[in-house]
């Protein structure tokens, strides 16, 4: 019998880091001081961003620690299976899988809202709008089943073009600080520092996707890279975020930033008077937003593929393209559900969709982070060999505040979030059950 078809190792050092910072450097540092602005204030905002940056790098590195136990694709997923057992590992695979949806609806419609800067049609919610998000959903699709190294290269080169119109912000916007910008609210409510939970929660937008080398660990083509890409990838972002959070807060105020469809665009435009140097940042983040959603394309499909290679969702998701090496049944079936959510948001003209499926997004992430924490802490303390408290703490205690972390910013996300993401896990109970019945089934044949 020939051996079945696998993943194929073929994303080096500088891949594997473009896939991680593809994904953490997408719509959302281009769209957070608009956010950040309609939920807190200028200086708690500035903050949330920074204690999200060290909670996110504890986070990453008990992703990066269980990547050097076990490079494997699915990262959380096979971890808590390991350590805690397969309904736990389905909720976690479940939850991060519909979070990569609801993601890449947040994330295309911020992509189109930089378009139009260009193309006013582009601000309302239009056919053209969404013809064009349905175009980029299937193009990146096609793309990712050709082949992990092709999607791979193209992360890299996007990655390199939405890097540099952040620079040209920064450089700009560092000689307009105007100190009396920080002082000011989008509202009286949103005063002092209780605002700061929910900011936090909503900063973590910025900051998913540093688990992207651990997600993908099974095609990177050596194991320790994907420890040092994770870390590196993290501190950059990290510093990159929290000085272009400053310099947004220092250049525009709260109530301008509250209304503003591409605020580093309009920040730009503002202080050099130059249409063409807002249209820069306008393109940046128009790139910067596509070429993250093609790599959480490739990332969502993996993780439905560790479930279905797992028996945690249908056999189907788990197969691999014999030629290209690429699970395409999983991508086509992602591809399908995103464009699904796409109708639904393009249909209800929310304009609160794209907070919604931020926030959403932001609470599914939160469960696949919290039981990676958990894992690391289980399987570490597994190994010790003469079990001691001491010991445990002093060998866990990374994991243990990245776990603390993640309760407290699932808390912060408010009830109404943390409701909807409860009963996003609860619907994929009777698929589970419907999983776990067919796989007896098969087994007593």
Known sequence: MSEAPKLKRELGFFATVAIIIGQMIGSGIYMTPQGLAELSNAKMGICSVAVTGVGTLLLALSFARL?????????????TNEAFGELPAFWVGWSYWCGCWTANGAIIIAGVNYLSYF?????????????????????????????????GYLNLVLTAVKLLPLLIFIVIAAQHVEPANFETVSSPDLQGVSVLPVAMAYSLWCYIGFEGATVNAGEVKETRYVYKATIFSTIAVIL???????????????????????????????KTGYYWAGGLISIG???????????????????????????????????????RGTPVNSL????????????IGFVTKSGSVYTF???????????????????????????????????????????FIA???SIYTIVGAGADYVMYGFLLLLLGIPVFIYVKLSNDAEAKK
């Open 67 to 79: 990547a050097q136990r076990k490079a494997v694709t699915g990262s959380a997923v096979v971890y």
């Open 285 to 323: 983040g128009f790139f910067s937003a596509f070429g993250c959603v093609g790599a959480w394309i490739l990332s969502a499909a993996r993780v439905s593929y560790s479930l279905g290679e797992t028996g945690l969702l249908p056999k189907t998701f788990g197969k691999i393209d014999p030629k």
């Open 119 to 151: 193309f006013p049609v582009f601000a309302a919610d239009s056919i053209q709008k969404f013809a064009l998000s349905l175009v980029v959903i299937w193009l990146f699709t096609l793309l990712n089943i050709k082949g992990v190294k092709e999607a």
């Open 332 to 343: 086509i079936i992602n591809c399908i559900l995103m464009t699904i959510i796409m109708i």
């Open 240 to 270: 990159i975020y929290v000085t272009l959070t400053f310099l947004a807060a220092g250049n525009m105020s709260q109530s301008e930033l509250a209304v503003s469809a591409s605020p580093f665009a309009d920040i730009i435009q503002a």
């Open 403 to 405: 776990l603390a972390y």
């Open 357 to 399: 499926f931020v926030m959403l997004s932001v609470l599914s992430f939160l469960v696949f982070y919290a039981f990676g924490a958990a894992s690391e802490i289980m399987l570490s303390g597994r190994d010790i060999k003469s079990f001691n408290l001491v010991g445990f703490i002093k060998k866990t205690w990374i994991s």
